[in-house]
């Protein structure tokens, strides 16, 4: 199973659902369980960085922009998604 999240750091709802997601992760990694968060944030962008080490996000995490193949492919219009 692979759960894909789309997120931003500027998006409240998609900061707070992360601390969730990061649960699910590190109960069910090991049962095949996968999740890739995408990021409409700028690698290095402070904000993005303060929240994934004060969360201690651990899964992968892709940095993406609004006209990227990733975006387009799963056709998102809003966050989080």
Same mark, same amino acid.
């Given at each position: 199973i692979v759960l894909v999240? $789309?997120? !931003?750091?500027?998006?409240?709802?998609?900061?707070?659902?992360?601390?969730?997601?990061?649960?699910?992760?590190?109960? $069910?990694? !090991?049962d095949s369980l996968a999740i890739i968060g995408i990021t409409l944030d700028s690698i290095g962008t402070p904000q993005t960085t303060t929240h994934l080490q004060k969360h201690q996000i651990t899964y992968p995490i892709l940095f993406e922009n609004r006209t990227s193949q990733t975006w387009l492919a799963f056709q998102m219009k809003s966050l989080p998604s």
């Open positions: 999240d $789309f997120w !931003a750091s500027w998006c409240a709802p998609c900061v707070k659902t992360m601390k969730d997601l990061q649960s699910i992760y590190t109960e $069910f990694r !090991a």
